[in-house]
């Protein structure tokens, strides 16, 4: 018997049908279309989904959820955040942001353990951050390695270790003078990723361009908040964008490009994808939605821009957010994630460290916004067939969840509304139940920075519960917050698949083969 039944759900499940459902479609008659029919009930037994059908069989034991007419997703999976990192004192920290999570209807994060230049090993850095996640998580978790010095050694030795460990991602940066890697560096990496497996993801910017632009910006004294944006243009990110593609072309290996702003990079990946390399692309809810006249703060508070301080920036232009828009909808990007990495606004030690002696230093402001609880809510705003909509509830469900599981290795478990995932769902509202919608307001957010830059921002829909493994972790109508600070577990990841493209083509500019002598 079901430990738990949803009923009264409209469930989308965001993949294209398995034999399971065409079976269960053809019996029920139904046409495909990207959600099942209300009517079909979820069976939960032990936290994972068991099965789905109509009239499912319940005893007294069995709970039920009524999912009164609402939409039913996957767990949202975050494939982007930082949380407690040495780099922001005044973030997040596992707790804050995994609560914030659970209340957006994400149920699963993946955040970053950071390599300090002067570590020669990488496992006392893992294990730190492993630490400051266990028992203090409200969601599943798993953990990228950003690596900013690769030796041979931990290339060769330390690597194949972290994937009995389940780590099988990496971050690597082409800028920020302490992360930063060379193209070398890059290749090395490429090179083994490749041969191990790993996924990469990759920060895009070029970073001599931002450094010259800097200097001279100030130079000539313009240094406050906006100037961040004008220090990285998107040249900086179209070239690094390319080069990136180049590297992963010819080592041929699969990569991520993440946080994407700017609409000619994106064209180079767009262009690799018809290629059918293995080019993968993430965007952030930021650039959808914010303008860097954002970065100019407003006449009570004109330091109020450091709010908005992320890399890349902020774009001038509506037309760099329709473009963005554009990747979401055609398949371009593949993974949706918030970068949610914010620093305590108001508070001495937090982005008021760009604000000294009354002077503002835009180049000393921690970069990063928070966003992990409003990702959800933002994009489904625009999510299914009504005229304002700008992408399919199964784009949405693939951008969100379903494809960052697959990237990066929790296929089988996460990101799917099928037997034997996990259930981890969410349950959306109702058209009757909340008709007006849900204005986003700091003092209802429940990460722990001061700010959210979504202020006011109108939504139609929130997840009314999140369920973590069959288990209730958000009732917004009952409590809120109902889960519990240990209920999150770490993710032992497998090895990622390649969602967009494949391995093994040819290499544009080289004769067939030609690698075949030295790769
Ligand atoms: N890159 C990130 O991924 N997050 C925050 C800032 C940055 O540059
Ligand atoms: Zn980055
Ligand atoms: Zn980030
Ligand atoms: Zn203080």
Not at 126 to 155: F, S, V, W
């Given at each position: ?171 690597l ?13 890059l290749l090395?990496v490429l090179m083994?990723a490749r ?5 990469t993801m990759i920060?895009a ?36 964008t390319y080069r990136i593609i180049s590297l992963a072309e010819l080592t041929d290996t699969p990569i991520l490009i ?10 180079h990946v767009?262009?690799a994808?018809?290629r059918?390399l293995p080019i993968h ?217 390649i969602?967009?493209g494949?391995t093994?083509g040819?290499v544009n ?11």
């Amino acid at each position: 018997m079901f430990d738990l039944v949803i009923e009264n759900g409209i469930i989308n499940y965001g993949q294209t049908y398995g034999c399971f459902y065409i079976q269960l479609l053809k019996t029920l008659q139904v046409t495909a279309s990207e959600v099942l029919p209300l009517g079909i009930e979820i069976g939960i037994k032990d936290g994972k989904i068991s099965c789905l059908g109509t009239s499912l069989p319940r005893d007294a034991d069995t709970q039920i959820i009524d999912a009164k007419g609402g939409f039913i997703t996957p767990g949202g999976v975050d494939s982007h955040v930082h949380f407690a990192q040495n780099n922001s004192p005044t973030g997040d920290n596992f707790t804050t942001g995994s609560r914030s999570a659970i209340a957006g209807g994400t149920t699963t994060v993946l955040a970053f353990a950071s390599q300090l230049k002067t570590e020669t090993s990488v496992i006392p850095c893992l294990d730190n951050y492993l630490l400051r996640a266990k028992d203090q998580t409200y969601c599943d978790y798993g953990i990228h390695l950003i690596l900013t010095n690769p030796t041979p050694e931990i290339m060769s030795t330390e690597m194949p270790l972290l994937i009995n460990r389940g780590i099988t991602s990496v971050k690597l940066y082409m800028t920020y003078e302490p992360m930063k890697l060379g193209d070398s560096q890059l290749l090395d990496v490429l090179m083994s990723a490749r041969a191990l497996g790993f996924t990469t993801m990759i920060h895009a910017e070029n970073s001599d361009i931002i450094s010259l632009i800097t200097d001279r910006l100030e130079a000539a004294g313009h240094t406050d908040p906006f100037f961040h944006a004008i220090s990285r243009p998107q040249i900086a990110e179209n070239e690094a964008t390319y080069r990136i593609i180049s590297l992963a072309e010819l080592t041929d290996t699969p990569i991520l490009i993440v946080h994407m702003s700017s609409e000619v990079a994106m064209k180079h990946v767009r262009k690799a994808q018809t290629r059918m390399l293995p080019i993968h692309a993430e965007t952030c809810p930021q650039y959808l939605f914010l303008l860097s006249e954002r970065l100019k703060g407003n006449p009570q508070d004109t330091f109020a821009g450091a709010k908005c301080v992320c890399s890349p920036p902020l774009r001038h232009d509506p037309k760099d957010l329709e473009a963005m828009w554009r990747g979401i909808a055609n398949g371009t990007f593949t993974t949706f994630s918030s970068d949610h990495a914010p620093s305590t606004y108001d508070h001495a030690g937090g982005k008021k460290l760009g604000l000294k002696d009354g002077i503002m230093r835009y180049r000393d402001i921690p970069n990063g916004v928070p966003g992990v609880e409003t990702r959800l809510p933002l994009l489904f705003s625009y999510a299914g067939r009504e005229k304002d909509s700008r992408l399919s509830l199964q784009r949405f469900v693939q951008l969100t969840s379903s494809d960052p599981a697959k990237l990066y290795g929790l296929e089988g478990t996460k990101g799917n509304i099928a037997p034997g995932y996990d259930a981890d769902l969410v349950i959306w509202y109702g058209e009757e139940d909340l008709r007006e919608g849900v204005t986003i307001e700091q003092k209802n957010l429940h990460h722990g920075v001061d700010y959210t830059p979504y202020e006011g921002m109108h939504v139609k829909n929130w997840p009314r519960f999140t369920l973590l493994r069959g288990k209730t972790v958000w009732d917004r109508d009952g409590g809120g917050i109902v889960g519990d600070v240990t209920d999150g577990q770490f993710l032992k990841r497998g090895m990622g698949k390649i969602v967009v493209g494949k391995t093994g083509g040819e290499v544009n500019g080289m004769l067939p083969g030609e690698r075949d002598y030295w790769y």
